[in-house]
């Protein structure tokens, strides 16, 4: 059952790496996102070298979000207009990300700087979606209809571009779509992670899209970003493992389009209520981890910084 | 195998009469396979007949190829872990063995173990760029090693088949480092070195390990896409297969 990746340099369990891809495969499909942020650390946790991890998930990624995004498009719910401008500030992204990795990685704060970005993204997203879904869940049951979409939209709609979305039935400045790709495409080369759980947050929060959209739009940015990250990864890095990736990646498709069944029984309320906890978890566990006593307050890394 | 391996050094035992000790290894590479979980060699030999009984000291040390390697230490600040003091060191081993009769404190001095680098404390790298004491970054490049089972130090592993023949097992783990690893037999009499005999081990990939290693490395940008296109691939085709008839 032992498989030897040949970048990575180790022996690993394939069945076990296998088993992993489906299930965070499973919950990108059911959650519209990519699963990296789970993915990542859970590699790290098998004693996969970091840079590693970091590359490799992105192809599972890639392959899920695929893998999802074209059982949302088959249901007509992608909005491509809105993926094209924000890939325009997400390619800007990722360049700019490449630049901060290799110079965080000089000052040895690398971990530390992803940790503490994982902490406070997952731990704040996670907090806001938490007390929405439950503000939503609550009003259903005294029956009350919340208001899904207020009409104000505050500085948003004050933004000049101005660019019509005929999909998500929006007409708003391309500044906002712009600024968010950004974001996500730095943080992808950062933390390898496709950033789903930034964009569908912001796209429901921010930019006021349709639900039905968010997921459709939001996996093809992520397929986008990924892709090109990888291709920045392997040829800067050297550290995306093709073996390891396949193996991710197979398990990874299928658990992806379980998971969107999954999700297609559940209600947007309940799907974002679980994400929250999923979300909080991760970030209560990286947080420990920051500041709980190490083994070994020594770590080595091969070669010069 | 273990008889063939008795009567090869048994072949062997008769020229070493002159030069007092013959040693040699049970593969001279060892190719990494996609199904590669670490391995065994074994190094054998055999010294002339012990005139005391201080004669049969005997060291095998393999040593893997140098690594520089950066050793950063974290503190509690504001209770947050970070990394603060860094030592870069060069002139450590990717890999290091040592197999010995006994303690190599009880075979030799200090001096004549760091003459010969027989030992884990005989690893003495060159520290580059560092303010401080380099000494607790070295002990925790050895200690980390060592987790890793990279790094071992086992006295009294050496067994004698006879008087005069010896034999023991490394073991090589799957962490290990390609290139070239030297294997190193060492005889001690009387503290000192009386005879000694190096020979070269190359750990190599082979197959498709190796070429997919080499496409990483000499054309990036086709492997970056080959993996791009993989993914893809294998997104859209469970996405047919798994379509539901509607």
Redo the contacts between chains.
């Keep these: 059952m032992?498989?030897?990746l040949?970048?990575a340099?180790?022996?690993v369990n394939w069945l076990m790496l296998i088993a992993l891809g489906t299930g965070v495969g499973f919950l990108s499909g059911m959650f519209g996102v990519g699963g990296g942020f789970l993915m990542t650390p859970l590699l790290v946790f098998t004693d996969i070298p970091s840079t590693v991890a970091v590359a490799t998930t992105l192809?599972?990624v890639?392959?899920?979000?695929?893998?999802g995004?074209?059982?949302q498009w088959?249901k007509r719910a992608i909005d491509f207009t809105m993926a094209g401008v924000m890939l325009g500030g997400g390619i800007l992204g990722t360049l700019f990300g490449v630049w901060l990795f290799a110079l965080m990685r000089r000052q040895?704060?690398m971990?530390?700087i992803v940790a503490?970005t994982y902490v406070i993204m997952l731990g704040g997203i996670g907090f806001i979606m938490l007390r929405e879904s439950l503000a939503t869940l609550k009003a259903y049951r005294s029956g009350v209809t919340a208001s899904r979409r207020p009409v104000n939209r505050g500085w948003i709609q004050a933004l000049p571009f101005k660019m019509r979305f005929r999909q998500s039935r929006l007409y708003i400045s391309v500044i906002p779509p712009i600024g968010i790709g950004f974001v996500v495409g730095s943080l992808s080369a950062i933390m390898g992670i496709g950033g789903g759980f930034i964009i569908v947050p912001a796209m429901i929060y921010i930019l006021r899209m349709p639900t039905n959209v968010v997921m459709g739009t939001s996996l093809v940015q992520i397929?986008a970003v990924t892709?090109i990250t990888?291709?920045?990864?392997?040829?800067n890095n050297?550290s995306?493992d093709?073996?390891l990736?396949?193996l991710l990646?197979?398990g990874g498709?299928?658990g992806?389009?379980l998971g969107v069944r999954a999700g297609a029984k559940l209600r947007g309320e309940q799907l974002r209520l679980l994400l929250a906890c999923l979300v909080l978890v991760v970030a209560a566990g990286l947080f420990y981890q920051?500041?709980?006593?190490?083994l070994?307050?020594?770590?080595?890394?091969?070669?010069?910084? | 195998m273990r008889r063939a391996l008795i009567a090869a050094l048994l072949l062997m035992a008769a020229p070493a009469r002159a030069e007092e000790l013959v040693s040699g290894i049970s593969q001279d590479t060892i190719q990494i396979t996609s199904n590669y979980t670490g391995t065994d060699i074994v190094v054998f030999g055999a010294i002339e007949r012990a005139l005391s009984p201080q004669g049969r000291s005997i060291v095998v040390v393999v040593r893997g190829p140098d690594e520089p390697m950066t050793v950063r230490r974290r503190d509690r600040v504001a209770g947050v872990w970070v990394n603060r003091d860094a030592a870069r060191f060069e002139g450590l081993p990717a890999y290091y063995y040592l197999a010995s009769t006994e303690p190599v404190a009880r075979i030799a001095p200090r001096e004549a173990l760091q003459r010969y680098g027989i030992g884990l404390q005989a690893l003495t790298p060159t520290a580059i760029g560092s303010h401080h004491d380099p000494e607790p970054f070295r002990q925790a490049a050895i200690r980390y090693h060592q987790r890793m089972g990279l790094y071992a130090e086992n006295p009294g592993s050496i067994d004698f088949l006879s008087e005069t023949l010896f034999r023991t097992r490394v073991p090589v783990p799957a962490g290990v480092t390609r290139g070239q690893y030297n294997v190193e037999v060492y005889l001690f009499r009387g503290g000192d070195v009386v005879s000694a005999q190096s020979t070269p081990l190359f750990v190599d990939a082979t197959g498709l390990e190796r070429r997919l290693f080499n496409l990483a490395h000499d054309s990036p940008l086709v492997y970056g896409l080959s993996c791009v296109f993989m993914a893809m691939l294998l997104g859209w085709i469970s996405s047919v297969l798994f379509r539901r008839p509607a």
């Design positions: 032992e498989l030897y040949p970048v340099e180790m022996s192809s599972h890639t392959a899920s979000s695929m893998s995004a074209l059982a088959r040895g704060q971990d530390l503490l397929i892709a990888t291709i920045l990864q392997a040829t050297y995306v093709i073996v990736a396949g990646v197979s498709v299928v992806a389009q920051l500041i709980a006593r190490p070994d307050v020594y770590s080595l890394s091969e070669g010069m910084p």
